[in-house]
């Protein structure tokens, strides 16, 4: 039973470009979050979806992330433009029923050069 | 603004020693209670969960749980030098009806010395 799978596991953009993270959630898992961690700081909630709705994006920066998690395929987190500030691990985790707890993939290490 | 707190450490216990990591909660209303290890460049694994209050013990692992305190906690008995690493505390907040996100705290660094 795979677990959650993010890829790529490192991205190197220059600014300005765009950064498309990818995330397949556990295998029966409907239940998608997208986490953001700086270096020295803890993890930051960014947004949570569920197949083909955005439940919760109120840890969305306004401009320039989005994300997705269409009714085939993996949960897709976008960021357009992308500045050196963007340059963090980004985490997604998933669980099945509410409460459940989350498991985590092996996260995309986003540098923006 | 709900917030988790937990002491950033090191905290650093000798081989064989009980480690005790702390957090509180700001949110009264939290439900669920997790505690995650991560070792550097990792991701996050999950060890324990909590839901009651009292204690909860898995292994070496015990989690307590005080609501009236907002307050959870985690012993790690017999400490082992693996178990150096990041613990982040979690605590779910309902985002809504439909379900929760959880929120964690910047993790307390545990070094374990041979």
């Known amino acids: 039973n795979a677990g959650v799978m993010q890829n790529p596991r490192h991205l190197v953009r220059r600014r300005g470009q765009e950064a498309r993270l990818r995330c397949s959630p556990m295998k029966g898992h409907s239940h998608v979050y997208w986490y953001r961690q700086l270096p020295e700081e803890g993890l930051k909630f960014m947004v949570y979806?569920?197949?083909?709705?955005?439940?919760?994006e109120s840890g969305m920066p306004k401009e320039r992330f989005s994300a997705e998690f269409p009714k085939e395929g993996p949960s897709i987190l976008r960021i357009q433009q992308v500045v050196r500030g963007d340059s963090a691990a980004y985490f997604c985790a998933s669980h099945g029923r509410d409460n459940s707890p989350l498991h985590f993939g092996n996260g995309t290490r986003l540098t923006v050069t | 603004q709900k917030e988790v707190e937990q002491n950033s450490g090191p905290l650093s216990v000798p081989e064989g020693a009980i480690a005790s990591l702390n957090c509180t909660y700001s949110d009264r209303g939290s439900q669920s209670f997790f505690w995650y290890r991560q070792y550097s460049g990792k991701s996050p694994e999950l060890i324990m969960f909590i839901y009651s209050n009292g204690d909860k013990e898995d292994g070496r692992f015990t989690a307590q749980l005080n609501k009236a305190s907002q307050y959870v906690s985690l012993l790690i008995r017999d400490s082992q030098p693996s178990d150096s690493a990041t613990y982040l505390c979690a605590v779910n907040a309902l985002a809504n009806q439909a379900g929760t996100a959880l929120i964690f705290g910047k993790g307390t660094t545990l070094s374990v010395s041979s």
């Open positions: 979806l569920q197949k083909e709705n955005i439940i919760d």
